[in-house]
């Protein structure tokens, strides 16, 4: 069933919590946590791309994804913290729409998560300069070739035998995460004759560190398709 409830709980993350669940449990798509963030420079240019949610936090609020931090959407993030984001599962008629403030994850975690990524992704995250010009894409196999080298590796790492190597990648301190906190949140879902349902929730959010923030009640209300 895709209709929303007829008395909406005064947590919207309970819903997306479930939504979520389910897009990746049905397998809708080969990514279901991927969601297109939007974020704007200095100018109040606009400028999305997708990256992909690898912690929802249902508690607390908010979305983590990685990055390069000098990358495009870093430079804009730096220079504009408030950001938007879609997820949409188009199998399940469904979608959902975060507005918030973004700041970097503690780098405990940002060190945790990049452990567990494949050694060639590990690899591409210290050689890639992300968004900037590639005149040669043989430039990264040999920036990768002699990266490895440097960490040590084996020739075995580009076939995923990240067990074999001896050696731990550490991670870049130019790449690491953000954490998407929520101060609006839509549901949408799909109706016959386009009568679709939305249902928009908002709450305030009050810096406590750089990392994190304290947040009020949520408020919400229906919104005409």
Known sequence: MNSLPVSPPGDPLAIVGEWFDEAIRQAVQRHPNAMTLATVDTESR???????????SRTEGYA????H?????????????HAAGVLHWDRLGR???FEGRVVRCPDDESDAYFATRPTGSQLNAWVSEQSRP???LDELERRTAEKAQDLGLTADYADGKAAQRAVRIPRP????????WFTAVELWSEGKDRFHERLRYERALTAMDVYAFST???SHQRLQP
């Open 95 to 97: 979608q959902v729409r």
């Open 134 to 136: 590639l005149n040669d």
């Open 69 to 81: 931090y000098e990358s495009r959407k870093s430079i804009e993030l730096d220079g504009n913290p």
């Open 46 to 56: 606009p400028s999305a791309r997708v990256v992909l949610i690898k912690n929802l």
């Open 173 to 180: 301190l130019f790449w690491g995460g953000y954490r998407l």
């Open 216 to 218: 009020g009640p949520w």
């Open 64 to 67: 983590t994804f990685y990055s």
